[in-house]
Each structure stands twice: as structure tokens, then as C-alpha cells.
């Protein structure tokens, strides 16, 4: 079965500064979905890459999935408290008309001091 | 506005008992999905349905059961098989016409 490793688990840093989460997979993706998750809440959709080498950026989020589509990025510019939480990497494991399964990575839990 | 509806919020559940968790999605999405996240982990998989009236079972599905009577509704019952229910529950639903997968506001049970 699909499995996805997110790293680092936790990351703290200061206001200001920039950061970034890797996930890899251990087979081709499928679409590859970035969540954010305050604790004890539903997850909200950031960013989705099927394509590689794929890049997306939404206000200070940047996120790139690999030519071979194993691997991605999720980039924070200029980190504020607003940008903490925990960050989720989500992997397809179908193509085409099927909606398939969706795995997980466990999370990395982003803290950002003012 | 649409989305998906978890109740309740918080669920007890005495050793022994069944307890059934309530999910409602009013996006007209084909599929549907049951996660539990446990601290410091990610979202496994326990059931998923693509279509009314057939679903399959995830990564964890022991002690779990799920119906889809209707397309807009994926309850989760949680038996007394289950051994450690104890978990934050997650429901999500996609369609290939959205192409992500829209997750409610969850369900936390505790055993009491």
C-alpha cells in the first residue's frame, strides 16, 4: 500500500521566517494534496498538484511536486502566527475517472513565535 | 452554503456500547470517506463508499461499520469490537468534477 513520509514532525520558528515541509511517497502519486489542520478541527484545503513538476502558489504558500511525482514541497515565505498549525500531505493512489483512496502523511506541527 | 456536517462534536461512549457518528454532505459528491486521527498522527483510512449502496473497507476497518442508503449520508458505527475507539473521526467526500476532497469539522469520541 501507499505510504507517505512528511518531514520535519514538528517545526518552530520565528516570525519572519521562512520555512519548508517535504513529503515523500513511496509509489507515484496521483494527485498530491496539501491540508492545514487546527488542532481538533477539519482539515482545509490549500493546494493540489497532479502534474510534474508541478508549482502553485496561494498568497505566502508555495507548493512544487517532483518530475516524477514522488515528491513535494510545501514552502511558507516570511512564516506569521497566522501560519501555524498542523500541515498535511495527502496522496491520491488513482487515476483517471476513479475517485480512489486518499493516504496520508502524519503531519508536521508548525509553531511560529511573534 | 455547502459542505459537510459532522454531529455530534464531542461523543461518550461506555465500554460496551455501539455508537453511531453522523456525517451529511449537501455537494452532490459521489464519494465519501471515514478517517481516524490519533495524536501525533496522520488520517488512516476505516471505510469509503463511491457510489450509494457499496462501500469498501480502508486501512483500519475492524470494529467499524458504515451504510449508504442515500447519496448524501456516510454514518459510521463505531461497535464494541472496536478496542481502542478513542479517536478524533473525520468524514471527507470528492467528486471527479471537483477533483479535491472536502473534509468536515470532525467528531470526537471518548470512551468513558
Known amino acids: 500500500s501507499q505510504e507517505l513520509e512528511q518531514s520535519p514532525q514538528s517545526l518552530i520558528v520565528q516570525e519572519g521566517k521562512n520555512l519548508t515541509i517535504n513529503c515523500t511517497s513511496s509509489?507515484?502519486?496521483?494527485?498530491l494534496y496539501w491540508y492545514k489542520q487546527k488542532y481538533g478541527e477539519g482539515l482545509i484545503f490549500l493546494m493540489m498538484?497532479?502534474?510534474?513538476?508541478e508549482e502553485k502558489s496561494h498568497e505566502k504558500i508555495t507548493a512544487k511536486l517532483d518530475e516524477k511525482k514522488q515528491q513535494s514541497s510545501l514552502h511558507i515565505t516570511a512564516s506569521q502566527p497566522s501560519h501555524a498549525g498542523i500541515y498535511l500531505c495527502?496522496?491520491?493512489?488513482?487515476?483517471?475517472?476513479?475517485?480512489?483512496?486518499?493516504?496520508f502523511g502524519q503531519g508536521t506541527i508548525l509553531t511560529v513565535h511573534p | 452554503d455547502g459542505g459537510i456536517t459532522q454531529s455530534p462534536k464531542y461523543l461518550f461512549r461506555k465500554e460496551g456500547q455501539n455508537v453511531t457518528l453522523s456525517c451529511e454532505q449537501n455537494l452532490n459528491h459521489d464519494a465519501m470517506y471515514w478517517y481516524r486521527q490519533d495524536p501525533g498522527q496522520g488520517l488512516r483510512l476505516i471505510y469509503y463508499?463511491?457510489?450509494?449502496?457499496?462501500?469498501q473497507k480502508g486501512d483500519i476497518a475492524e470494529g467499524y461499520s458504515v451504510s449508504r442508503e442515500k447519496k448524501e449520508s456516510f454514518p459510521l458505527t463505531v461497535t464494541s469490537a472496536q478496542k481502542n475507539p478513542t479517536a478524533f473521526y473525520l468524514c471527507?467526500?470528492?467528486?471527479?468534477?471537483?477533483?479535491?476532497?472536502?473534509f468536515g469539522s470532525g467528531t470526537r469520541l471518548t470512551v468513558v
Open positions: 495527502g496522496g491520491g493512489d488513482a487515476g483517471g475517472t476513479s475517485y480512489g483512496k486518499l493516504t
Open positions: 498538484l497532479q502534474k510534474g513538476g
Open positions: 471527507a467526500s470528492t467528486s471527479t468534477r471537483v477533483g479535491g476532497y472536502t
Open positions: 463508499s463511491q457510489i450509494v449502496n457499496d462501500f
Open positions: 509509489k507515484t502519486l496521483y494527485g
